[in-house]
């Protein structure tokens, strides 16, 4: 067979042109970093599930490689398993038995994560025997909860109706562990756990989650206060962790016109991108509203108050808000296990990121919004004027791309949380009422009374709420009892203070509980009623003693001013 010299010149061409070829594709793969570093982890799990020393588990060995893959994330992108996965979804809707706390893991010393109570279910066991939100859960029963995975709180406080378990707390403020004996029960699902006219022409809503229900609840109490005269709006979202965003978006839809941004969510990803508007015919939007929040409102309840407050459509009153503002979305495995992932940000319709930052490094912004939390928490500094402080007064010195601007040309800081247009500092307890509350002297003491001495006391009270909310007072031989309960509880009453901090907590100065007196019979009144009449009973009475509500009512002329000035503007 001849073959031409055309035919070899042709051949070599292809040939060489076939090892370029293969050389640039192999270069364009080697080039690839994450195909480099994704061979890098197949080789080392084959090198351990085939060498080491010891038989492994490979489907454990695949779990930690990507609980340490996520580990450098941040905190809130999880892997969730299937066992734990098929639980969520088993009791996402359904009411359940326990302790009734929403949690988080926060990172700790030796990796092992801290249990931490985000807030307890409003009207559910661990509410009633006095645990709080921000509360480290470090012992259950005599046994560590350090360290522990989603796993060990299912079995350790999760449990049938009427089981009792003792969970050990730290808490700010307090330098001893606090131990709480907690009677498990059913959980209560409702979201909104207080409805009521303040007064002829004020309506107040507490909400405590956002959950699938919210919405419909929330509308249902808006209606019923409108029936009743309302004119405008206390709105609580203190203590609230959030939820379901869908719910906070659609609530904020009631409060804004047609066309309003309500929250964007902003991504490396372009699909990941979103924008939510208000639509047209809101149930509430123009009338007067304040919006309380404090460090405990997170997530959901940032997206509100946010919202309201970009648009000059409310007040916000309180404290310098969590700052959560990560979209989180589940990406499944193929043994039903789910990767909860981070891809978004949350953004205010001003353009304000809701998410605080975790590091702040050399970032001067960044450390700004770390100085400005250190001068909310700064007591002295609020306090130093009489009643709420404007946040004008923080806001002036902050760097011009942490100033944004509102609808109506009013300042807002952006260095992460939703600082409120009004601060009232956090209020100073007395030792006495730290320890009748740390104790939940007030709550159990209620209980008992009620249980051994309340048969005429619940037939002179039954079905007459508003006389006793406006009429009742504790008597002497009540307070008296109170007293002698505490005693016998292991708190003694004494002339003098020890030196000694640790046993500081376990008595009770006479001038003090004196001194204290008002407050602890106000907080007695309200477990009482909250046993007499319900869970919603408890606020219309321990609002009189509460500072940040009080200092909220004084601010109506600034928040009609706003409703007057938005209402104009459209």
């Known amino acids: 067979m001849k073959i031409s010299r055309s035919s070899l010149v042709l051949t070599a061409v292809v040939l060489v042109l076939g090892i370029v070829l293969g050389m640039q594709a192999q270069e364009a793969v080697s080039s690839d970093p994450r195909a480099d570093n994704f061979r890098k982890i197949e080789e080392a799990f084959q090198f351990i599930s085939r060498n080491y020393v010891e038989s492994v588990d490979s489907a454990k060995l695949a779990e930690d490689a990507i609980e340490g893959m996520i580990k450098g994330l941040d905190p809130h992108s999880i892997y969730i398993d299937a066992k734990d996965m098929q639980r969520v979804r088993e009791n996402f809707d359904a009411a359940f038995e326990g ?20 807030m307890p279910i409003v009207g559910g066991p661990s509410e009633e025997a006095g645990l709080l939100a921000g509360d480290r859960i470090i012992e259950v029963d005599d046994t560590t909860a350090l360290g522990w995975k989603t796993a060990d709180v299912e079995k350790y406080l999760k449990g049938p109706k009427g089981t009792k378990v003792d969970v050990t707390v730290r808490r700010h403020g307090f330098t001893e562990p606090l131990t709480f004996t907690i ?21 107040y809503i507490k909400l405590q989650r956002f ?13 019923s206060l409108e029936a009743q005269g309302m004119e405008r709006l206390v709105f609580d979202l203190r203590d609230n962790a959030g939820g379901l965003m869908e719910m906070a978006v659609r609530i904020s839809d009631e409060f804004l016109p047609a066309g309003d941004m309500i929250v964007y969510t902003q991504s490396r990803r372009g699909e990941f991108n979103r924008e939510y508007r208000a639509r047209a015919g809101g149930a509430f939007e123009r009338e007067p509203v304040i919006v309380l929040v404090n460090e405990n409102s997170a997530s959901a309840s940032e997206i509100v108050a946010g919202a309201l407050q970009d648009h000059d459509r409310g007040l916000v009153v309180g404290r310098r808000t969590f700052g959560k503002g990560l979209v989180q979305q589940q990406f499944g495995l193929t043994d039903g296990s789910v990767l909860q992932m981070t891809i978004s940000r949350y953004y205010t319709p001003a353009g304000r990121l809701i998410q605080t930052p975790y590091a702040n490094g050399e970032d001067e912004d960044g450390y700004y919004a770390s100085k400005m939390d250190i001068a909310l928490a700064d007591r002295e500094k609020l306090s130093a004027a009489s009643g709420a402080v404007s946040a004008d007064l923080l806001i002036a010195d902050a760097p011009d791309s942490l100033q944004f601007r509102t609808d109506g040309g009013r300042t807002v ?18 030792a006495a009422l730290l320890t009748v509350i740390g104790k939940s002297l007030d709550s159990e003491f209620a209980r008992v009374y009620l249980d051994e001495r309340g048969g005429d006391f619940r037939q002179r009270w039954a079905d007459r709420q508003d006389a006793f909310v406006n009429e009742y007072a504790l008597e002497d031989d009540v307070f008296s009892a109170f007293v002698a309960y505490a005693e016998e509880h292991g708190v003694r009453v004494v002339e003098r203070a020890p030196e000694d901090d640790e046993a500081r907590r376990d008595v009770l100065v006479r001038s003090e509980l004196e001194a204290a007196r008002p407050q602890i019979e106000v907080r007695i009144k309200a477990y009482l009623a909250r046993r007499l009449y319900g869970v919603e009973a408890f606020y219309p009475v321990v609002q009189a003693i509460d500072p940040l509500f009080s200092e909220a009512l004084r601010l109506w002329p600034q928040a009609v001013e706003l409703a007057v000035a938005d209402s104009a503007g459209r």
């Not at 009677?183 to 309506?203: F, K």
């Not at 009004?422 to 007395?430: A, C, E, I, K």
């Open 99 to 118: 302790i009734g706390i929403y949690y988080e893991f926060l990172e700790g010393e030796d990796d092992r994560d801290t249990l931490a109570v985000l």
């Open 183 to 203: 009677t498990r029960d059913q959980i209560p699902l409702h979201t909104v756990v207080a409805a009521y006219m303040v007064d002829e022409r004020t309506g």
């Open 211 to 223: 959950a699938r229900t919210t919405y419909d609840e929330f509308m249902s109490a808006l209606r």
């Open 413 to 430: 800081f952006g260095g992460g949380g939703i600082l409120p247009d009004y601060l009232v500092p956090r209020d100073s307890l007395s």
